[in-house]
């Protein structure tokens, strides 16, 4: 019994000896496991440290596009530019010249130039009831045109008398001509007299 003691506790010491490498291996093995998920760890820190780059990135962008976003609005303290367009329209108008003085104090001659018997005693009885003083009728050089001729500052007075004896005919309104009009002598010492001279002529656009 005491050999069979002895082989039993020599089997032992084998087994001891067995086991002291392999627990070193896993020491080993465990350290270079730790080494490789330590040195992982590190190499994947850049990798984090790019997140604020990527920001920085992100953040210049967001600023441009606000920047381009606010390029064209006007400042606030600035006023803005209006263009007023301005329409003008010009209306031509001809100044219708009153009556300078009382028809009584103008003198008419009506001169007969139609070859209508009678027409300047016609239109002078016209006139007379209004007022002017009427030299009496006479007779003109036979004419195709009527007329209203007047002296200078008459031209207010010659329109009055158009608008009885021809309303809405100015142009029968025209200046006494420098060299006089083209009438009969017995006719000529009348027209110097007046102030207003009624040719009546072939048109007939003097009322009779």
């Known amino acids: 019994m005491t050999v069979t003691g002895r082989v039993g506790g020599g089997g032992?010491?084998?087994s001891n000896a067995a086991a002291a490498p392999r627990a070193l291996l896993i020491i080993a093995v465990a350290v270079i496991l730790g080494l490789v998920l330590l040195w992982k760890g590190l190499d994947t820190t850049p990798g984090v440290a790019v997140s604020p780059e990527a920001t920085d990135d992100g953040s210049a962008e967001s600023v441009g596009?606000?920047?381009e976003g606010t390029a064209d609005l006007p400042i606030a303290d600035e006023p803005m530019a209006t263009t007023t367009s301005a329409s003008t329209t010009t209306t031509?108008?001809?100044a219708v010249p009153a009556p300078t003085r009382p028809?009584?104090?103008v003198r008419v001659l009506v001169a007969n130039g139609s070859g209508v018997p009678r027409g300047a005693?016609?239109?002078t009885g016209v006139l007379?009831?209004?007022g002017y003083t009427t030299l009496p009728p006479a007779n003109a050089t036979p004419t195709d045109a009527s007329g209203i001729y007047y002296r200078s500052g008459y031209s207010g007075d010659a329109?009055?008398?158009m608008d009885i004896v021809a309303p809405g005919n100015p142009d029968l309104l025209l200046p006494l001509p420098p060299g006089g009009l083209d009438v009969p002598d017995g006719t000529l010492d009348r027209?110097?007299?007046a102030n207003v001279v009624v040719i009546l002529g072939a048109d007939l656009r003097i009322n009779r």
């Open 12 to 14: 032992l010491g084998p």
């Open 65 to 67: 596009m606000v920047e």
């Open 92 to 94: 031509s108008t001809t």
């Open 103 to 105: 028809p009584n104090q």
């Open 121 to 123: 005693a016609t239109v």
């Open 128 to 130: 007379s009831p209004a």
């Open 159 to 161: 329109r009055a008398v």
């Open 191 to 193: 027209v110097a007299d």
